[in-house]
């Protein structure tokens, strides 16, 4: 279906199919998806604790308030 729908790409936005619009807007998602990878690869390496809290819903990145331990006690 990818295949079909990228190939008459041209006739669903009514322009030339020799046309670089054609190719224009869905090369617009794989560049906003390199992208993101390519920030994955970034927040990964330079900050592994926001990295291993994404998809983990809005608590997971809250401060934690409670008074902190200390060893010994």
Known sequence: MLLVTLD???TLLGVDPTSSLRWQL???Y????VAGMAWALILKNTRPQAYAAIGRGA???????R???RAGR
């Open 8 to 10: 008459e790409f041209a």
């Open 26 to 28: 869905p090369a617009s």
């Open 30 to 33: 794989a560049v906003a998806a």
């Open 59 to 65: 608590n997971s990145a809250t401060l934690d308030l």
């Open 67 to 69: 008074p902190p331990t």
